[in-house]
């Protein structure tokens, strides 16, 4: 693994919120204010589908690539100079619906990630094209790995074969199962020797199911670092990367991995 050592600690924002259903422009007039709040922040973390809520109604409410809320994302980060990112629900150019996380830098600039696995649960494999690869992204040289929702209880896509400093989830992950949430963060964690940091939505979707937040930051070892349970706000937490490269240092348990590959 590369050297951490001399790598600038890494200021996290993360937005615990309701969300309106299927209205983006109520969620953008939310978010605003808030994403005041985390100006400072290097990256700055909204729910998944934080536009319209996880809905099935993908054609109905699909935004273009170019679309008001991408616009929204890229004007924020430029005002607050951090990277902002999040899902929402895309049509993307060749006419597939995409539960997509964008990543949108302060110079303007965009990347993304198509979620990989799709809750079949809720009937979102019909409505959604799946992903098909990993994305590592950069800030400050810290290697974060986004990933959304249900991609979290797929351990090897979850997997690190990058040198992922910090595993992103974007969720929203119902309060009938928070006790899988809160169990499979911290194995993600200390399976890959990396920060987790997850944010999940509060409050009642438009179907009724409730929502309990469960926010959080992990360290390498599982250990909590941010915990706000179902309180709505702006929570910051700021993550050593040479506390994270002195405990590989000490437990290089990535040096007996095994190999694999990903169809």
Known sequence: MRDLSQLPDLELALIQSELDWHDAAANRARFGPLLEQARGADLVVLPEMFSTGFSMHSAELA?????????WLREQAQR????????????????SYRNRLLWARPDGSLARYDKRHLFRMAGEHKHYSTGEEQVLLEVKGWQVRPLICYDLRFPVWSRDPHDTDLLLYTANWPGARRHHWNRLLPARAI????????????GSDGNGHPYSGDSQ?????????LAPGDAAGVFRVRLS???????RQRFPAYLDADGFSLD
Do not use: K, M
């Open 191 to 202: 399976e890959n020797l990396c920060y987790v940091a997850a944010v999940n939505r509060i």
């Open 217 to 225: 930051v992990l360290d390498f070892q599982g250990e909590s670092l």
């Open 241 to 247: 990367a040479a506390e994270l490269a002195a405990y």
């Open 80 to 95: 607050i100079g951090a990277v902002v990112t999040g899902s929402l629900i895309i049509q993307a150019a060749d006419g």
């Open 63 to 71: 935004e273009p690539e170019d679309g008001p809320t991408t616009a």
